[in-house]
């Protein structure tokens, strides 16, 4: 429906918010309803969603809350190279942590964060694929 033409009323809007929403980026549509180009490229961009939203893909924190030493598990699925991005409730940057092939673990020391809540996301190829928080408790 997110690819129709938005003539057709108001359920192609409302479905192109929902997308948004649910993959966490910002899909431009082409608003030309005749030009079948532009549809093709984004049925393309939404196949390649689709196949970065199914491939599998986990990231565990633990200790959580934690003193601000923790260590992440990490599983990328088919990709080799993530990053992530450690940031607090107010959105200042904190750290970025390079995550590097396809299975691992990465030890974060963040010991000088005071309490508080914490977020984190991970970036695949300039995609947020995922998102958390952690509590920082000395």
């Given at each position: 429906m997110a690819n129709e033409c938005e003539v057709k009323g108001w359920y192609v809007a409302q479905s192109r918010g929902i997308l948004n929403v649910v993959n966490g980026i910002l899909i431009n549509y082409a608003d030309n309803c005749e030009d079948t180009k532009a549809n093709d490229e984004i049925v393309n961009e939404e196949e390649k969603l689709t196949s970065i939203i199914e491939s599998k893909r986990s990231f565990n924190v633990f200790p959580n809350?934690?003193?601000?030493?923790?260590?992440?598990?990490?599983?990328?699925g088919k990709d080799s190279d993530a990053n992530m991005i450690l940031y607090d409730v107010t959105g200042k940057l904190i750290n970025t942590y390079n995550l590097q092939n396809t299975i691992g673990a990465i030890e974060i020391n963040e010991a000088q964060l005071h309490n508080g809540i914490y977020f984190y996301y991970i970036l695949i190829n300039g995609v947020r694929v995922n998102s958390n928080?952690?509590?920082?408790?000395?």
């Open positions: 809350p934690n003193n601000g030493n923790m260590t992440m598990n990490y599983d990328l928080k952690i509590v920082i408790i000395k």
